[in-house]
């Protein structure tokens, strides 16, 4: 099933982000963990793509997993990064082949050792570019891409990164995932400003539960999040604590996704991080709101 209509429905509905095994040795405990969370039934299930491109192989294989032993509508990523038009066009030739109607189209996270490289036998330098192949090669495809509501961190301002998304959506996006944030007011300022510059395209929140402290810096680092008093707040009284971070961070999380539904957002996307307690412990609290 494709992610617009599943949105179509205006029912509230969560979705979860997992990431593929980075080693063929941690193969089966990922996809432990990524079945775990798929028999929770949520609306979809999303898989990242490594950005080295190694162990790109089991991006499909989860997400084909997914759909096919759970029923669950799944969204397959890709990047530019590592990208070559040849690896690009197997790539959606396999998903295709896999019935796998949802694709991301990312630039991808660049690796540290690639930093400095002059990337010239990269084929892609923006996820535009990668929006426009898979629209030519399958009208069919539902594709999403990426946006930040506290900026894409490479960008100058975020006139320019709101320019920029308009021509990732105009080039073909059905519809946008948002980077992680823990300040509601934040998205709603963007949808705001998005609807002003003509994006019309369903925008699905992602929310990280953030469950234990070592989580934190990392999260800032990635996405240079701004963390409200209140969360920082909590983190301080209950941080030395794991259990009681768990509680707090949950419950944290759940309240912003009840926030959004109460404010009009139809899918929240949970980055699940593969733990498969959080998921159900999200989705517990929210079985009445959500049907299940
Ligand atoms: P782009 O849309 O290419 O934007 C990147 C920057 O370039 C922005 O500053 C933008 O304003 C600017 N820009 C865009 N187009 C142009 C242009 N034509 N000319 C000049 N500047 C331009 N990373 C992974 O490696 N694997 C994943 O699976 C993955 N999944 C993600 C899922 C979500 C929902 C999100 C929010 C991020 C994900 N990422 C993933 C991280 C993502 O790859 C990084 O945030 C990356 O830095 C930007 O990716 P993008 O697709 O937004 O890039």
Known sequence: MKITDLLKSGVP????????PKTEMTFESVRGAVE????????FMSVTYGAGGGTSQYTLDIAKSIKEQYGVPSLAHLTCVSSTKTTVKE????????GIENVMALRGDIPK??????RGGWDYRHAVDLVR???EANPNF???????PEVHPESPDQNE??????????????????????DNNLLYNFLYKIREAGITVPVIPGIMPITNAAQIERAITLSGSFMPRRFVSLVDR???????????????????IIDLYANGITNVHVYSMNNPGVAERIMTSLSDIIGK
Do not use: W
């Open 133 to 135: 192949e898979m629209r």
């Open 36 to 43: 775990e969370i798929a028999r929770l039934r949520p609306a």
């Open 142 to 148: 539902c594709i999403g891409g990426a946006c930040y």
């Open 161 to 182: 990164d709101i320019k920029r998304l308009r021509e990732k959506v105009d080039a073909g996006c059905d519809f946008l995932t948002t980077q992680m944030f823990f």
């Open 13 to 20: 509905s969560l979705s979860f982000e997992v990431f593929p």
């Open 91 to 98: 790539k959606i030739a396999a998903i295709k082949a896999a």
């Open 113 to 118: 050792s690639m930093e400095n490289d002059d």
């Open 238 to 256: 209950f941080g030395h604590s794991p259990a009681a971070m768990m509680q707090a961070g949950i419950a944290y999380a759940t309240d912003q």
